[in-house]
């Protein structure tokens, strides 16, 4: 039987950082500003430790959960990540085949590079869907009239962390323009990126009467508005 080509995560990393691009790379292990926030989420997870139950029969383990109502069969999902096409050429598509044949869900970018009914018919996992508000609310309403008569997603989540593209120190000092790359993929981009700027409350109140579909949240980092989304 030939071994597994990777086992651990350290191993998919090492063989990611010789095959890829440098500025590709850069962007998929980077993040915004100084990435002192990305250093942040590091220390915080390496924090956290497992408490163990022990004198427990674990012969059979149940990995079964859910996750906002959706049923899992193990406890992992796929985080929105735009720019897939730069490390696949078939990017969010592939993606949603890998999701599908794991079994898991799939958060959809709303930076995806292909359309959402390429990426619901790809895959057979359950997917939820980003959205970035890159375009007045007509615009916002035809993607999400799309995104509900696909039948393949289960709630649609609004961005509310980004008013402005993120300003990338890693990829300023590279020369490199991530959002220029990833022009090669088939979907068009938003029409105004900038429409993010002008959010409010309201916002989240028309979203809900527009699509059939839950309405959450990315972005949330107070109690106070994590209670007024509640």
Not at 11 to 28: K, Q, Y
Not at 68 to 83: D, E, F
Not at 95 to 123: H, I, N, P, Y
Request: glycine fraction near 10%; proline fraction near 6%.
């Amino acid at each position: 039987m030939t071994p597994p080509r990777f086992v651990t995560l350290p191993e998919m990393r090492r063989a990611a950082h010789a095959r890829l691009p440098r500025d590709v790379w850069n962007f998929g292990a980077g993040g915004a500003e100084t990435e002192t926030t990305r250093r942040r989420n590091r220390r915080s997870l390496d924090r956290l430790a497992i408490a163990q139950n022990i004198l427990v029969d674990v012969r059979q383990i149940d990995l079964r959960t859910s996750l906002l109502g959706v049923p899992l069969s193990w406890p992992v999902a796929v985080a929105p990540m735009g720019g897939l096409v730069l490390f696949h050429p078939e990017g969010d598509v592939e993606m949603a085949r890998g999701c599908g044949l794991a079994d898991t869900l799939q958060f959809l970018s709303g930076a995806t590079g292909w359309s959402v009914e390429d990426v619901a018919k790809a895959g057979t996992g359950p997917k939820m869907f980003q959205l970035y508000h890159h375009g007045d609310r007509g615009w916002v309403g035809d993607l999400l009239a799309r995104v509900d008569a696909c039948g393949g997603y289960h709630s649609v989540c609004l961005t509310v962390d980004v008013q402005v593209i993120g300003r990338r120190e890693r990829d300023i000092v590279n020369r490199y323009d991530p959002r220029e790359a990833m022009k090669i993929a088939p979907n068009p981009r938003g029409p105004d990126s900038t429409y993010q700027a002008r959010l409010t409350w309201d916002d989240v109140a028309w979203l809900q009467k527009t699509t059939k579909l839950p309405v959450g949240i990315k972005g949330i980092m107070t109690v106070r508005d994590a209670r007024r989304a509640v």
